[in-house]
């Protein structure tokens, strides 16, 4: 069960050095490398052991040119959110979708009736499906990175565009489409603080010790 330091380097490697990736080359990928992502997913943890994911692999130019149609239209009404905020410009040059440019997307869905009525563990908090299906693609995008392929996960879409393009029947949640392909432009940091959006926050005042607000700190002036 345990790992060599090298291959313990690697897990964390990985985790530090997955990114969300926008830009991709058109060059395809191998269907052996798709079904290594899909196997990872397919490993990755979910309530009750419920598995309630599928995944349609889209390939088809005209499919993919109206998924990125449902995207944009999605993209333009948000941008009505930073009117005036001084940040409309900027979200509006923001590339967030390379589904036109990966030659792969993945819609990753999830079945909340899969296991029945009574799911062990879903009863108290009926969400867990969705979380299950994210677990299951972080998984996807390790395995990504651990193959030297770029990943880019978009949500930005009405989920009812998704399942009409997708013939996805209406009790079924497209949760993700994921952006999967080559890229000659893989940043170091994610994008977002690159176009400084956003920056990764510190993390010790987001631990806290025994109760909220506690701080918990590694920080040599807080230590007794
Ligand atoms: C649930 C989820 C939904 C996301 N949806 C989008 C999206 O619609 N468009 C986009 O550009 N990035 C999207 N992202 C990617 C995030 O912007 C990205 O993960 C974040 O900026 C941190 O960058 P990193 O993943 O490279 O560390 C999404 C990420 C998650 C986890």
């Known amino acids: 069960m345990t790992l060599t330091p090298e291959e313990k380097n690697g897990v964390y490697k990985a985790i530090r050095n997955r990114r969300d990736i926008r830009t991709f080359r058109s060059d395809p990928v191998a269907p052996e490398l798709l079904r290594k992502l899909l196997e990872a997913a397919h490993n990755g943890p979910s309530v009750g052991f419920m598995q309630p994911w599928n995944f349609i692999l889209i390939e088809e130019a005209e499919l993919k040119r109206e998924l990125a149609q449902a995207v944009d239209k999605e993209r333009r009404a948000l941008a009505i ?68 392929l770029a990943m ?37 940091r994610p994008l977002l603080e690159i176009h400084d959006w956003e920056r990764r926050r510190a993390l010790d005042p987001l631990i806290f010790k025994e109760r909220w607000g506690q701080s918990w700190t590694t920080m040599p002036e807080e230590e007794a």
């Not at 880019?152 to 879409?157: A, K, L």
């Open 81 to 148: 959110h930073y009117e005036g905020t001084g940040r409309e410009t900027k979200f509006l040059e923001l590339k967030i979708a390379g589904i036109l440019e990966a030659p792969v997307t993945i819609c990753v869905t999830c079945d909340p009736t899969r296991g029945g009525d009574h799911v062990l563990g879903r009863n108290s908090i009926p969400e867990t499906d969705l979380m299950s299906v994210s677990c299951a693609i972080q998984n996807m995008w390790l395995a990504a990175y651990a193959e030297g």
């Open 152 to 188: 880019g996960w978009v949500s930005f879409y009405k989920k009812r565009d998704i399942q009409r393009l997708l013939a996805i029947p209406p009790h079924i949640d497209p949760v993700a489409l994921l952006s999967i392909g080559y890229t000659d432009d893989y940043p170091d």
